[in-house]
């Protein structure tokens, strides 16, 4: 058996703890690093260079920063003709091939041939052909511009974490099987997060999945999803409290070292590189999907909560993908809208940020925000390490150029295409309403902010591609309040309510939660 280093555990509601980073050590892979592969460098500059497989299973780099290559492979015009007509999956591994460099092209591509298939996206709606994994449809006309939506939303839990989730869960266990290793994922949820991991990690072999979730304070249908699972290396623990109180013992449990270490505890989170780089494919997809020749842009309007998905826009972006503007949909939690119409960034406490109709998008930190504020900064690990302890002991950083202000750079933002909007409980009501009246077509709360922001942010001429991040059934109750009826559902999902559940309760209780995972792990 490998030696296994600590990991840094983050829940699976996000949010990356700074404060483990000094008890992060080097990748839990110790695969070779040759300099021919790609290296990956921290965005504060001071953390050893590595290679994808030695950054696949971790979270922050030691120096408490975030992986990025340290160069972006570039596409060519050629390239991007080629790939126009290829299916999603060898698509897939193109795009991984440029990203992956210390894994052999055949197991990359039977990863990706594995992971993107009709089967495991099969909640396409209206018809469309799910083979296609990523369909895109033609929502309206609008000033000039087409609106399209690229549904993100048809793999197993009808949210767009499983784009990514579903590629993690496979290369985890061809990583671990090479190592002859196992590991343990230990996490919280209050809704999405989970499930996608669990739906990923499900019978995958040395893999557990120990996910917490506060007892009854789930809809049923999300406690549905993740309880009827049945498969053994999945364990659900309903924790008598409220999701704080699953997050606590998360960190405590983080905290003894000791016991990290000896049941090879891990995470899955939304800083992981290769989930965002998973998600990079997507983008590709839908320019070209929309797209004729490569002298057309297109708009991208992402709903945003921690910045992952619209990160991996940027990356394509700065692959050279023709995209123009990179619109940021926030909700009322509008962290990231206000530092794109201001140049301040601003986090919020837990007592500030609210609870919305779109759930997933209620966050007070966005997580992988200081990967695009490395590449604004001209790449200077420094500074970034200077703005974000600002960001723990000041709340944030000001780059409006103004008198007193952290830097000027703020004005550097269109460059990068990022502009951004917000969208309140209304307009989400509004938005849903209008898209089912004029088009007969259900969105979820989370693609109506974005459709709300895309609208204003249009070019006569320029397709605006929405990313749809969820399918409508899982937020049944606001759309019972916008439509007065029930969501639709796909195929298998009528019943989910009704099918037996596999779960255990548990007292908020730290010392006993170890021994519960001891005795599962056996180690
Ligand atoms: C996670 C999530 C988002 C936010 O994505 P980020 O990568 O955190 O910006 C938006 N919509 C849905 C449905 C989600 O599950």
Request: charged share 25%; with cysteine; net charge negative.
């Amino acid at each position: 058996m490998t030696w296994w280093p600590g990991v840094v555990i983050v829940s699976a509601q996000e949010k990356p703890e700074r404060s483990d980073a000094s008890s992060y050590n080097v990748g839990l892979l110790s695969l070779s690093n040759t300099s021919s592969d790609m290296q990956y460098i921290s965005t504060r500059g001071e953390a050893a260079a590595q290679s994808f497989s030695q950054i696949l299973l971790g979270g922050l780099a030691p120096d408490g920063g975030l992986y990025l290559p340290a160069d972006y492979p570039q596409v060519t015009g050629a390239e991007l003709d080629a790939w126009r007509t290829l299916s999603y999956a060898d698509l897939a591994y193109e795009v991984l091939k440029k990203f992956a460099t210390d894994i052999p092209d055949a197991d990359l591509h039977a990863l990706a041939h594995k992971t993107y298939t009709a089967d495991i996206y099969r909640n396409a709606r209206h018809g469309e052909d799910a083979s296609r994994i990523t369909p895109l449809r033609l929502v309206e006309e609008n000033s000039g511009a087409k609106i399209m939506l690229q549904a993100l939303s048809n793999g197993p839990t009808l949210a767009f974490k499983d784009m990514a989730m579903q590629l993690l869960g496979n290369l985890f266990e061809y990583a671990l099987a090479k190592q002859h290793a196992e590991l343990n994922i230990f996490g919280a949820t209050s809704g999405d997060t989970g499930s996608a991991a669990e739906y990923a990690m499900r019978g995958k072999k040395g893999i557990r999945v120990f996910m917490l979730s506060p007892h009854k304070k789930m809809s049923a249908f999300q406690t549905a999803q993740m309880f009827s699972l049945q498969d053994p290396n999945i364990f659900n623990i309903a924790v008598e409290g409220v999701f704080d109180d699953c997050q606590d013992m998360v960190k405590a449990v983080s905290n003894d070292l000791a016991f990290k270490e000896k049941q090879k505890i891990g995470t899955v989170n939304s800083i992981n590189w290769a989930r965002v780089v998973a998600q990079v494919i997507y983008y590709f997809r839908g320019y070209l999907t929309a797209t004729t020749s490569n002298d057309q842009k297109v708009s991208f309007t992402v709903p945003s909560g921690n910045f992952g998905n619209v990160c991996a826009g940027h990356i394509a972006r700065m692959m050279g993908l023709p995209i123009d503007k990179l619109v940021v949909a926030t909700n009322e939690n509008d962290v990231l809208d206000e530092f794109f119409r201001t140049g301040v960034y601003r986090t919020r406490k837990s007592a500030e940020t609210y609870h919305t109709s779109s759930p997933s998008m209620d966050i007070s930190k966005a997580s992988n925000f200081e990967r695009f504020v490395y590449d604004l900064l001209g790449r200077d690990g420094d500074r970034v390490r200077a703005l974000f302890r600002k960001v723990e002991t000041h709340g944030g950083f000001d780059l409006s150029g103004k008198p007193g202000s952290d830097g000027d750079e703020f004005k550097r933002v269109v460059e990068f295409g990022f502009v951004s909007g917000k969208s309140t409980h209304d307009d989400r009501i509004a938005t849903i309403r209008d898209l089912q009246e004029k088009h007969g077509l259900m969105i979820d709360t989370h693609t109506a902010d974005g459709v709300k922001v895309a609208r204003e942010n249009l070019t006569p001429g320029t397709t605006m591609i929405v990313l749809e991040t969820a399918l409508p059934a899982k937020f049944n109750e606001t759309i019972r309040e916008a439509l007065g009826r029930d969501a639709e559902r796909p195929a298998g999902f009528e019943n989910i309510e009704s099918l037996p559940q596999r779960f255990d309760v548990m007292p908020a209780d730290v010392e006993k939660m170890k021994a519960y995972i001891s005795a599962r792990t056996g180690l």
